[in-house]
């Protein structure tokens, strides 16, 4: 019994005053409190210590209740002739103004490319100019040197000249001499 009281005690302190109070003023049955549904049974099942259990059953459905539970749809609004024409008018210019839409989109993303493509074009362009350029001066400072050798080679080739031109007139002269 003195365990009883124990935990009755501490149960008492888990409950909110509130509820407390509510059951010392309405000490009426559960049953009460639950209501009454038309197509359902709800029952109280004491038997958890845990907490509340409820069982609920769903009752046949009766031909009566058929026509109590009839949703009924909202009336109908009466459509005008104007109002159809100016929706279908609405749409048109919705249609119109998305193809509109859709026709800038497609003009600038032709503009970007045709900028793409001539800026990749001037780029090609002074590439290839100034790869030529490159390729001009080389070739012109190759043609200077090939000149520059080609007169050093012959200069050589004259003082070779005049010396071996000499070099007979000199034993010309010995031979003349000694003979």
């Known amino acids: 019994m003195a ?4 935990a009755y005690k501490e149960k008492m302190k888990e409950i909110s005053v509130l509820s ?3 059951s010392c003023l309405y000490p009426e049955s559960h049953k009460n409190i639950m209501g009454d549904f038309e197509d359902l049974d709800i ?3 004491n038997k958890r210590a845990s907490g509340q ?3 609920v059953i769903l009752k046949p459905i009766s031909p009566v209740s058929d026509a109590a539970h009839c949703v009924t749809t909202p009336p109908k609004r009466d459509v005008s002739l104007e109002d159809i024409q100016k929706k279908l008018e609405a749409a048109e210019d ?4 998305q193809e509109a839409q859709v026709l800038r989109a497609l003009a600038e993303k032709r503009d970007h490319e045709r ?10 362009s002074n590439f290839s100019r100034m790869a030529e350029e490159k390729l001009q001066e080389k070739m012109e400072h190759n043609e200077e ?6 007169s050093a080679m012959m200069e050589r080739l004259q003082e070779r000249e005049k010396h071996a031109q000499e070099v007979r007139r000199k034993k010309e002269l010995r031979e003349e001499l000694t003979a």
């Open 3 to 6: 365990k009883t009281a124990i």
């Open 20 to 22: 407390f109070i509510c």
């Open 43 to 45: 029952k109280p099942i």
């Open 53 to 55: 259990a409820f069982e």
């Open 94 to 97: 919705r249609r119109r103004a």
């Open 115 to 124: 900028d793409v493509l001539l800026k990749a074009m001037e780029e090609n």
């Open 145 to 150: 040197n090939r000149q520059a050798y080609l």
